[in-house]
């Protein structure tokens, strides 16, 4: 079992950063594909970042891609999502989520679904003001 955790929501000014923490417990994150998703109000929850756990390969959606960096702290067990150059359209709880994939890496359609995932945090508002 492991337990996910998120923290480093908040409000920010339009142009402003942020940076997520989520950080797992009874695993380490070595041998799982760890990834962020979003889900704005009346929307569904939707795809921002990933990290494959044996090579680190990263991807992002489109929407993610040049402002959102994804990384990872082994000795802290913790998977970060760096935001910079917020929009109020990135306004949305976050959620990272994770899957034990061993040394496989899925493949890149299959780590956007939210199926895909066993382990889910809680969520943190992130909330980016006009």
């Known amino acids: 079992q492991v337990q996910l955790v998120e923290s480093g929501g908040g409000l920010v000014q339009a142009g402003g950063s942020l940076r997520l923490s989520c950080a797992a417990s009874?695993?380490?994150?070595?041998?799982?594909?760890v990834g962020w998703f979003r889900q704005a109000p009346g929307k569904e929850r939707e795809f921002v970042a990933v990290?494959?756990?044996?090579?680190?390969?990263?991807y992002y959606a489109d929407s993610a891609k040049g402002r959102f960096t994804i990384s990872r702290d082994n000795a802290k067990n913790t998977v970060y999502l760096q935001m910079n150059s917020l929009r109020p359209e990135d306004t949305a709880v976050y959620y990272c989520?994770?899957?034990?994939?061993?040394?496989?890496?899925?493949?890149?359609?299959?780590?956007?679904?939210?199926?895909?995932?066993?382990?889910w945090g809680q969520g943190t508002q992130v909330t980016v003001s006009s």
């Open positions: 990290r494959t756990g044996s090579a680190g390969s990263t």
């Open positions: 009874g695993r380490t994150f070595g041998q799982y594909t």
């Open positions: 989520a994770a899957r034990s994939t061993g040394r496989s890496t899925l493949a890149l359609v299959t780590m956007m679904r939210r199926n895909t995932y066993d382990y």
